[in-house]
């Protein structure tokens, strides 16, 4: 008998072991796309983790579990591209890992066979795949999350707080989404002790890890509200356009909303009481997600929220228990194992990575002249060029435009989309001898003199102030949510 228990065992080993790898290793072939990071935020992680490496500190304060992660890869591989991508494929494998738990709990008549559906469904799930190698830091988070909402049902309080300040420390929305989903717990159940335990974690967070959470983060927010909820993945897929979207994105937007569905069931069914109470947190994150009053744009919270959604979907398969049957559960393994197989392709950096090949050409030109102005200290650049071209340059660059008070007369900028003719229709000849071309309308010149090319173009020539007040010429200031991090 001991024997069969032992090859049992390593047999319960040997399944999630090998969604794990084909989890990382799905992840990095999914990232081997191109030789650059992946995502509009890669490359600011990896400023920052080169400046911890460099100066001892953060670029800017910001405290998440994301960026010892990425150190550790740093430290292996030698390497911050590379070790973006390791550390991308490695929380997509814990992705996969944790949905396997959450099969396995939440069906505990078939729970191997339900683990490996719910696994495969993660593996197979675009819209995870796209959260990772676009928002590290935030799917991060939700990977966290899962792991605590796996712990809720059987009351680990000593894995689901740590569980829940961990998610707390890595994402914001997340750490919410976590706080939501303990309170409808804690409130059913009247376990106030734990209760007061979470708020207390939660203020000790606050309170002693100032890039965890400010009143000034609420900026974010400014004009994103509206006043009538809009429904999340038509949003998404207009934002992208019908077009351009995998068609294994819209499998997974359609299964979502039926898991979401099927959840209103379960909560119904007054005889499945655990089940009810996971389906109300699914119900209650699916109102907040699904329809958001909120603006929806590539900077905006609603992305991020419906990407969420998405990503949470998998692990409440189970809960819908008329589903969990042996032979639909092989079915869909099936599925999801052969979905697998294409939907790698919904990811394509050349539509959702920036130009990063065009942004090395960009920064590469700029050297040939940012030597003959010894004393900048400061480059304006539009999002994803700024940081990129810091952490390629060396150089500081920041996606904003400077503070009044600040002394431009160190800081140049990089411009775009503005052609030669138009700054010489409103500069003069010893002006326009800074100004030096880095191919694709893209050019380097003075701050100074960009401010005095900007308050001379008449308001009239509607084309010209397009593309001069856009985010590829920043001319917004940094909000309080980034200055009050510089200052902490």
């Given at each position: 008998m001991q024997p069969i228990r032992i090859r049992k065992r390593l047999f319960l080993l040997f399944i999630p072991s090998v969604l794990f790898i084909l989890g990382g290793i799905r992840m990095w072939l999914i990232l081997g796309q191109t030789p650059y990071a992946n995502g509009w935020d890669a490359y600011f992680y990896l400023v920052q983790v080169e400046s911890l490496i460099t100066e001892g500190r953060m670029h800017s304060s910001d405290y998440s579990l994301v960026y010892p992660l990425l150190l550790l890869f740093r430290w292996v591989s030698g390497n911050g591209v590379l070790a973006y991508k390791l550390?991308?494929?490695f929380i997509y494998a814990c992705y996969a890992l944790v949905l396997y738990f959450a099969g396995k709990q939440w069906c505990p008549r078939y729970a191997l066979l339900a683990g490996i559906c719910i696994a495969l469904f993660g593996l197979f799930n675009p819209v995870a795949v796209f959260m990772d190698a676009q928002?590290?830091?935030?799917?991060?988070?939700?990977?966290?999350?899962?792991?605590?909402?796996?712990?809720?049902?059987?009351?680990?309080?000593?894995i689901i707080l740590p569980l829940f300040l961990a998610t707390l420390i890595t994402h914001r929305i997340c750490g919410v989404l976590a706080g939501i989903a303990l309170l409808i717990q804690l409130a059913q159940k009247r376990y106030w002790i734990y209760l007061l335990i979470t708020t207390g974690l939660s203020l000790i967070a606050v309170c002693f890890l100032p890039g965890v959470l400010h009143l000034a983060d609420l900026n974010r927010f400014n004009h994103e509200f509206r006043l009538i909820p809009g429904f999340a993945p038509w949003s998404l897929?207009?934002?992208?356009?019908?077009?351009?979207?995998?068609?294994?994105?819209?499998?997974?937007?359609?299964?979502?909303?039926i898991v979401w569905i099927l959840c209103f069931a379960v909560f119904f069914d007054q005889e499945m009481?655990?089940?009810?109470?996971?389906?109300?947190?699914?119900?209650?994150?699916?109102?907040?997600?699904?329809?958001?009053?909120?603006?929806?744009?590539?900077?905006?919270?609603?992305?991020?929220?419906?990407?969420?959604?998405?990503?949470?979907?998998?692990?409440?398969?189970p809960l819908a228990r008329a589903l969990m049957r042996q032979k639909l559960l092989v079915l869909l393994s099936v599925i999801f194992l052969a979905g697998s197989a294409f939907s790698w392709q919904a990811y394509r950096p050349a539509l959702f990575d920036p130009p990063y090949k065009l942004y090395q050409a960009v920064s590469e030109n700029s050297m040939r002249y940012l030597p003959v102005y010894k004393n900048t200290t400061l480059v304006i650049a539009h999002k994803g060029l700024a940081e990129f071209f810091t952490y390629t340059q060396q150089i500081d660059a920041m996606p904003w435009q400077p503070e009044p008070g600040m002394d431009t007369g160190t800081m140049m900028r990089i411009s775009s989309k503005v052609?030669?003719?138009?700054?010489?229709?409103?500069?003069?000849?010893?002006?326009?001898?800074?100004?030096?071309?880095?191919?694709?309308?893209?050019?380097?010149l003075p701050e100074r003199i960009w401010q005095t090319f900007r308050s001379r173009i008449d308001p009239k020539d509607s084309l010209l102030m397009q593309a001069v007040y856009s985010w590829q010429n920043p001319y917004r200031v940094r909000p309080d949510y980034i200055t009050r991090k510089r200052k902490s």
């Open positions: 550390c991308a494929s928002f590290l830091k935030n799917f991060t988070g939700m990977v966290l999350l899962i792991a605590m909402l796996v712990a809720v049902p059987r009351n680990r309080w000593f897929i207009l934002f992208y356009g019908f077009e351009h979207l995998h068609w294994s994105w819209y499998i997974m937007l359609a299964a979502g909303i009481r655990e089940s009810r109470r996971m389906a109300l947190i699914f119900l209650l994150m699916g109102v907040v997600l699904l329809f958001p009053f909120l603006m929806f744009n590539a900077d905006g919270p609603a992305l991020r929220l419906t990407l969420s959604f998405f990503v949470l979907a998998p692990i409440f398969l052609e030669y003719p138009q700054f010489a229709m409103h500069l003069d000849s010893s002006a326009m001898d800074s100004i030096h071309p880095l191919g694709v309308s893209y050019f380097l």
